[in-house]
């Protein structure tokens, strides 16, 4: 956990209101694990406040990438950015994906929708390295939010589309995709970051089909680092569930410890 | 060199910045980031006797410069502070409060005879003022006779000095001060949250599940440094100064307006060095000016 | 076509927008930029019975998300008011209020009676808030008997309504909205502005003359929100609310939390043509959400 | 006076912490005249709050200059734009300098200190266009702070500088330069821009060699255009001086007009 004040933007893409970035930071990339985020300041100034926090798309020696939807005004200032310019970046944060050792040889399912695919890509990645047989789902509205199929496709990794509109892939929700893969083969652990109901609905599959899954939550986040208690959702820890902190304890946490009727 | 030393009459410190409850965690959080001996030191999130669950989410509402924020002071309760956290703060030389909250007078109390055996603490920052855990932000400190009589029982039962932390949502500053003096205050500090909302034009609901939260952050620093001028000039009392304090600038002006210390908040969480990094824009300050000791700067205001 | 006409009971705006007084000259200062027709009414800078100097300057600190100011009601008087002004102001179809001043009771009273002869004013709001003339921002809408009795004494002397205008400036906003309302007044307006200071590190002066001045702007907006929520539910007389409404997204809030017609203050420096662009976005967002009357989006919030 | 939402940058020009825009607004332009001002807006959001006062520096048909000297953040995020950018503009403001037609054929001296040059240039080009026979006192620090010394003579006009270090032209303020110029000769109109203690030296010493002189004052702007009353200074209408609004009264001011001791 360390700041970067000056993290060079060295690599820029867009598709519409989809962004990517590629930084260089050698301090934030050497510790880095898929699931951890950075907390990003996108003004240098009081407008916003406050830090946005971002997944780590990806991680390489001395960079990592960002991957971004404009949502409002602090991710629209971060897309105005350009190569060259520096990022001031706080991360690793949070405790990320939980990488069993007993996923050699297993299928999993990693499975995103829209915005939720950021962190997949470098989960993905370190999943097949530690052995998995990885299948991606990537939902999205529309064919153009799936701007990250072909990245995945590029990586050798099996990716298996859905869109709501039938644009592109399976005709449908996200979910649904799932529901027929795992109707074919119940993978041994699912991986999951979308919007609540998409993550929601994934969690009641996962527990009628008693696959273990992970979850990456999102929060409104003060700090990134455990300090504002902002970001608590409830989850149970062997209890009845308190709020604790999604930047400490999560983001990521299992379909069994979030308590979903106390969201949002 | 310049002498960044302050010195509060109970207690002196290394320099006059401290960060503020509720926004420094337990301080370990910030190890990784800094020196905590490097800052004049910190103010422990807010404890009650026992623990605390806080409010339901969403907590935090971002505003224009501001942050409106209703955690509802969860926390561990003093007995898992003392026990567990604590011995691992006792490794600084940097002053510890520890900000003393409470549901009655007697909890408050409590808290502090509970505390008062452990070492490692160096004042009590008494939180009557916190906004987010009664209906309509109501706490002691919007009234002078509950500040009088709170800050005396507590000084009574204290070992340690205490610091009477006001709140912002009153008519007149100054009377809530002197209550807290005369109910032997050592030092006063402000200012705690504004009460404050948001709403969701698309929703229709407030922005917080607690409807009410504490706004804090730049927005504020106009109104925290009027008070801390009101009061510096009515009490005999160190006050220590804070509202939206970002850079060793805003922090000089609440020295310049008479506090001895500042405490630095909202800015912890943009920049988890915001103190360390105040610290050294107030020496760069006094270097440039040929201020030899900042303590010669409180005060100073020219009317 | 959205229905935007609200009804104060006393007064029907053609749409919830007006114009604070302060930040809209008198009115005049506009046309270049907007038709005046276009907005609900606007209220005139606040009038003393006779002119008015002001305070020295620097009169204007900006800060974050803010602006302090200590104009000190700089103006012409009712008199130069209803001979000069008025009759320009008259070929309007809009709703013309004047902010009545005074430095004891006696001169709000003098200024009413002057101005009741005339024709072309819809109400007086009562400006019984306005922290930049006495020292230390003391004002009568600290008080809720003085609040009670000012507002008793300016209805009895009316032969037009009165909004008492509300300070922020104090710790039960809504103890003062009653009053208010039990000393007759068919609407209340707020909120004034914050008292609040700056300083200039380098001079060690404050920024303004006046040492204090009004904090404005969406730096405010939380606050207000707040305290316009509390009133309304409070009170049975139509609530106008302000504070930092920059937006069309930020008036409704305002309706929301169940204010009848808001006021654009410091927004209207910035853009002179705010109060229209304001009146815009509210009816944009009425078409995209299907709302059809904005009188039936006041007081929605759901809790 | 109107509002150009999207006045564009046709032109920039820059010199250390000075900078020279050409906007193209043909609205704006259409009315301006010489001492005249703009307010124009740094930030398309709350940081900072306020729109900046700028003089017009010069007036094409359809296009304005602005010059001004970084001074704080709001002048900083000015200088960042580039061409091809949009200003949001109010203008033209404030009734600028009196040209009268007594000027004709006489000697008028046009002095500038530092920034406080900006107006000049559009007025310099006006006066001599109105038949005045000019010459330009251009004062600064150092030479750095003379960047438009040249501009001035590709215009034709007659030039002389001062530099408080000597670094080019006389050597000291530009007020001693022009108590050298008036020991010479005379002149029969003075106009005077920059910072107070030169403003206030210069009606000295028109005064004393009872040269009619016209000054532009700064203050603190709210609006510009005369809604807040925040921007006053003491001026004298045949009174003994009240509060009067810079923006709209002026910002230019004849010398017997300005009350000097309350400044500040
Ligand atoms: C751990 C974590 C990882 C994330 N990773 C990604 C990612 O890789 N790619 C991506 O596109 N988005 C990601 N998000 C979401 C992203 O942080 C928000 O979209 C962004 O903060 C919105 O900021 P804004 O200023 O653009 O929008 P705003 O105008 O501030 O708000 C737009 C919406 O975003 C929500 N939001 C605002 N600030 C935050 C915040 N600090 N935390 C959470 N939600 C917020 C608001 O409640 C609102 O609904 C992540 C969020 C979290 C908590
Ligand atoms: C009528 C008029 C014409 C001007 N013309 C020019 C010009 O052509 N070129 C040029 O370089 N400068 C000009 N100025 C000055 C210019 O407006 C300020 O330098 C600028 O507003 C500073 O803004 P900032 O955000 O960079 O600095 P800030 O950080 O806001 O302040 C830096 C300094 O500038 C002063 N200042 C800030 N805002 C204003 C304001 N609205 N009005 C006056 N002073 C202010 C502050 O008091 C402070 O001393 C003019 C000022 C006026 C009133
Ligand atoms: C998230 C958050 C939590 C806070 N918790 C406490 C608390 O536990 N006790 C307390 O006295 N003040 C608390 N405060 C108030 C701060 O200590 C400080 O008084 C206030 O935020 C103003 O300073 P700032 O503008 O620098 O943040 C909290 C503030 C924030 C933003
Ligand atoms: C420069 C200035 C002058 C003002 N003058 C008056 C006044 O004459 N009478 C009054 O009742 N309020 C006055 N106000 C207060 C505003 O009407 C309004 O209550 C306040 O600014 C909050 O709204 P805003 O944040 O939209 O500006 C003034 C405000 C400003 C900024
Ligand atoms: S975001 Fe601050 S504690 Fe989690
Ligand atoms: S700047 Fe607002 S009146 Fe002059």
């Known amino acids: ?264 | 060199m310049v002498d960044l030393s302050v010195d509060l009459g109970f207690l002196k410190l290394r320099n006059p910045v401290l960060a503020a409850s509720g926004t420094f965690g337990y301080g370990l959080e910030f190890e990784p980031f800094m020196d905590l001996n490097s800052i004049g030191g910190f103010v422990v999130k807010g404890l009650y006797f026992g623990p605390r669950e806080g409010n339901p989410p969403p907590r935090l509402v971002e505003t224009a410069g501001g942050l409106i924020n209703a955690i509802g002071l969860q926390g561990v309760g003093v007995e898992q502070f003392a026990e567990e956290i604590l011995p691992r703060l006792r490794k600084y030389q940097t002053a510890i409060f520890v900000n003393v909250c409470g549901a009655s007078d007697e909890e408050y109390i409590r808290a502090i005879e509970y505390l008062n055996r452990y070492e490692g603490i160096a004042a009590y920052e008494l939180n009557i003022s916190c906004p987010n855990v009664e209906k309509n932000g109501a706490c002691p400190a919007l009234n002078s006779g509950h500040t009088f009589s709170l800050v005396k029982l507590a000084k009574q039962a204290s070992r340690l000095p205490i610091i009477a932390k006001l709140s912002p949502n009153v008519t007149d500053i100054v009377e809530i001060a002197k209550a807290a003096e005369e109910g032997g205050a050592d030092g006063i500090s402000l200012i705690n949250t504004i009460l404050a909302m948001a709403v969701d034009i698309e929703t229709q609901r407030p922005k917080l599940t607690n409807i009410f939260g504490g706004l804090s952050g730049p927005a504020i620093k106009p109104i925290a440094l009027r008070m801390v001028y009101q009061v510096v000039s009515a009490v005999k009392i160190p006050v220590i100064g804070m509202g939206g304090i970002m850079t060793g600038s805003d922090a000089l002006e609440f020295l310049i307006v008479g506090a001895k210390a500042v405490e630095v908040g909202t800015a912890n969480f943009i920049d988890p060095a915001a103190t360390l990094r105040i610290v050294g824009e107030i020496e760069d300050f006094c270097r440039r000016n040929d201020v030899k000791k900042i303590a010669g700067l409180v005060g100073t205001l020219k009317v």
């Not at chain 1, 301090?27 to 694990?33: H, I, P, S, V, Y």
């Not at chain 1, 496709?153 to 027929?180: I, R, Y």
């Open chain 1, 1 to 264: 956990m360390t700041k970067d004040p000056a993290a060079r933007i060295v690599l820029k893409q867009e598709w519409g209101n989809y962004f990517l970035f590629g930084v260089e930071s050698p301090a934030l990339a050497g510790e880095a694990k898929p699931g951890q985020f950075l907390m990003v300041r996108v003004s240098d100034h009081i407008d916003p406040l406050l830090r946005r926090p971002l997944s780590i798309h990806a991680r390489e020696r001395n960079t990592l990438e960002i991957f971004f939807k404009i949502a409002g005004r602090g991710t629209a200032l971060l897309a105005r950015k350009k190569e060259e310019d520096r990022l001031d970046i706080l991360g690793p944060l949070g405790a990320g994906f939980r990488l069993d050792a007993g996923l050699k040889g297993k299928a999993v399912f990693v499975v995103g929708g829209g915005r939720g695919i950021a962190p997949l890509y470098f989960l993905a990645r370190e999943l097949r390295t530690a052995g998995a047989r990885v299948k991606v789902l990537y939902g999205g509205k529309s064919l153009p939010d799936l701007p990250l199929k072909q990245k995945f496709e590029k990586a050798g990794l099996d990716v298996a589309c859905s869109t709501d509109d039938g644009s592109s892939g399976f005709h449908g929700l996200v979910t649904g995709l799932l529901q027929n893969e795992t109707n074919k083969q119940n993978p041994a652990a699912l991986f999951v970051c979308g919007p609540d109901p998409m993550m929601k609905k994934t969690a009641e599959i996962a527990a009628r089909e008693k696959i273990p899954a992970q979850f990456s939550l999102e929060s409104m986040m003060g700090c990134g680092f455990g300090a504002c208690w902002g970001c608590v959702k409830r989850i149970r820890k062997g209890d009845d569930g308190a709020w604790r902190k999604i930047c400490e304890d999560g983001p990521v946490f299992s379909g069994d410890e979030i308590v979903w009727e106390e969201e949002g």
